[in-house]
């Protein structure tokens, strides 16, 4: 599944968790605020939103306070109809449903829902709203049935309920998440392909596996990785298609790409070998689709880090590698297609890059287009693909 990736959040020390999130008529209104006067990106309310399964990427800028969206061809990236469209909020997080109907968006205070239509441009569903929640990274399970948003405020994962043909959310209570660390500072939440696996990243926390029920939505914490060192952060998770490898993006004392074998009930043993060098701030990391190869965003450094996977997972650096990106580089992920890796940077120049692979050098990525995502630099915090 194409993964979405956000922007490091500031640190958030542990504070006493319990509150349930729920639906909130001033969230609404903020919502329905936030509709007004942004443009022809909003089509009339037509049902919910298409089905035809374009191949698209949706790139969240936290400086123009907006939502780009772009459909991808041969070597190509082309605007959707009336993108950008005005948040009215700062975007923080974004990821799209597995059936490609619905966005989620996560801003300061809530979490938005936009249906996409077939031609990829976004209508407000006219039912579902806004639900409150301030979380820092989300993720869908792969039957479509479960949003994931990880607290930005108190050590609990938020978990709601999806509606398949509205996209409105059913906020369930959350979960609770211990760890031996004194500080917490929430990073990203990635669901196991299966759906049966939620890992957690919290920077200088370590990370937490849960199990997941699939038809409750039930989740229990299984395993905790401790951290490495109190200077040690992990940033961002990528899981193979088998979720029989969890691929860490670290920085910090003991910092890189750190790969560890999952087992039973999600338990991590990391590799031999482990971790293999990057780059400054490794920030996100991604699979591609053949499961051959993986790279990472290096934030400080404005490129990216690429690796061939070889047996039992060691890693060995590939040609060329790393590949020039936008300034502080901060979102990876792979179109549906397989044949491309989008990378979004902060910072711009450009906001969002796009790269085939090498045909000849396999897993060498080569430059095909870049864009604006909005007046540069648009301050790219996440990257959202279609399915």
């Given at each position: 599944?194409?993964?979405?990736?956000?922007?490091?959040n500031?640190?958030?020390?542990?504070?006493?968790?319990?509150?349930?999130?729920?639906?909130?008529?001033?969230?609404?209104?903020?919502?329905?605020?936030?509709?007004?006067?942004?443009?022809?990106f909003?089509?009339?309310?037509?049902?919910?939103?298409?089905?035809?399964?374009?191949?698209?990427?949706?790139?969240?800028?936290?400086?123009?306070?907006?939502?780009?969206?772009?459909?991808?061809?041969?070597?190509?990236?082309?605007?959707?109809?009336?993108?950008?469209?005005?948040?009215?909020?700062?975007?923080?997080?974004?990821?799209?449903?597995?059936?490609?109907?619905?966005?989620?968006?996560?801003?300061?205070?809530?979490?938005?829902?936009?249906?996409?239509?077939?031609?990829?441009?976004?209508?407000?569903?006219?039912?579902?709203?806004?639900?409150?929640?301030?979380?820092?990274?989300?993720?869908?399970?792969?039957?479509?049935?479960?949003?994931?948003?990880?607290?930005?405020?108190?050590?609990?994962l938020?978990?709601y309920?999806?509606?398949?043909?509205?996209?409105?959310?059913t906020?369930?209570?959350?979960?609770?998440?211990?760890?031996?660390?004194?500080?917490?500072?929430?990073?990203?939440?990635?669901?196991?392909?299966?759906?049966?696996?939620?890992?957690?990243?919290?920077?200088?926390?370590?990370?937490?596996?849960?199990?997941?029920?699939?038809?409750?939505?039930?989740?229990?914490?299984?395993?905790?990785?401790?951290?490495?060192?109190?200077?040690?952060?992990?940033?961002?998770?990528?899981?193979?298609?088998?979720?029989?490898?969890?691929?860490?993006?670290?920085?910090?004392?003991?910092?890189?790409?750190?790969?560890?074998?999952?087992?039973?009930?999600?338990?991590l043993?990391?590799?031999?070998?482990?971790?293999?060098?990057?780059?400054?701030?490794?920030?996100?990391?991604?699979?591609?689709?053949?499961g051959?190869?993986?790279y990472?965003?290096?934030?400080?450094?404005?490129?990216?880090?690429?690796?061939?996977?070889?047996t039992?997972?060691?890693?060995?650096?590939?040609?060329?590698?790393p590949?020039?990106?936008?300034?502080?580089?901060?979102?990876?992920?792979?179109?549906?297609?397989?044949?491309?890796?989008?990378?979004?940077?902060?910072?711009?120049?450009?906001?969002?890059?796009?790269?085939?692979?090498?045909?000849?050098?396999?897993?060498k990525?080569?430059?095909?287009?870049?864009?604006?995502?909005?007046?540069?630099?648009?301050?790219?915090?996440?990257?959202?693909?279609?399915?």
């Open positions: 599944m194409p993964e979405v990736m956000p922007f490091a500031q640190p958030k020390g542990r504070r006493r968790h319990g509150r349930m999130a729920v639906f909130f008529s001033a969230a609404i209104a903020t919502f329905a605020g936030a509709l007004a006067g942004c443009g022809q909003f089509i009339p309310p037509s049902g919910g939103g298409g089905t035809t399964g374009g191949n698209r990427v949706y790139v969240a800028n936290s400086s123009t306070s907006s939502l780009s969206g772009f459909t991808i061809g041969t070597n190509t990236l082309s605007a959707v109809t009336g993108s950008p469209l005005s948040l009215g909020y700062v975007p923080i997080a974004a990821v799209v449903t597995p059936n490609n109907n619905f966005i989620y968006v996560a801003g300061p205070t809530a979490i938005y829902v936009y249906a996409i239509n077939s031609d990829g441009s976004l209508t407000a569903p006219s039912s579902g709203g806004a639900i409150v929640g301030s979380v820092v990274s989300l993720d869908v399970s792969p039957d479509g049935q479960w949003l994931f948003g990880l607290d930005n405020n108190q050590t609990v938020n978990e309920q999806i509606n398949a043909s509205t996209g409105a959310l906020a369930m209570l959350p979960s609770p998440y211990s760890t031996a660390a004194t500080q917490v500072v929430p990073k990203q939440v990635k669901v196991s392909p299966a759906g049966n696996l939620v890992f957690i990243a919290l920077g200088t926390a370590g990370d937490v596996v849960f199990t997941l029920n699939t038809s409750t939505g039930a989740l229990v914490q299984s395993q905790t990785l401790a951290p490495v060192s109190t200077t040690t952060s992990d940033n961002a998770l990528a899981i193979n298609s088998t979720a029989s490898y969890l691929y860490i993006a670290r920085t910090g004392t003991g910092g890189g790409l750190a790969v560890y074998t999952i087992g039973v009930a999600g338990k043993n990391q590799i031999a070998g482990s971790p293999y060098a990057t780059g400054n701030q490794a920030s996100s990391v991604v699979i591609d689709s053949t051959k190869y993986v990472v965003a290096n934030r400080g450094d404005g490129n990216i880090s690429g690796y061939s996977i070889g039992g997972s060691a890693l060995t650096a590939l040609s060329g590698s590949y020039a990106s936008g300034t502080n580089v901060t979102a990876l992920g792979v179109d549906k297609s397989g044949k491309y890796l989008l990378a979004g940077a902060n910072g711009g120049s450009p906001d969002l890059s796009m790269y085939s692979f090498d045909a000849t050098t396999l897993g990525l080569n430059l095909a287009t870049s864009t604006a995502s909005g007046t540069q630099p648009a301050g790219v915090v996440a990257i959202a693909l279609t399915h």
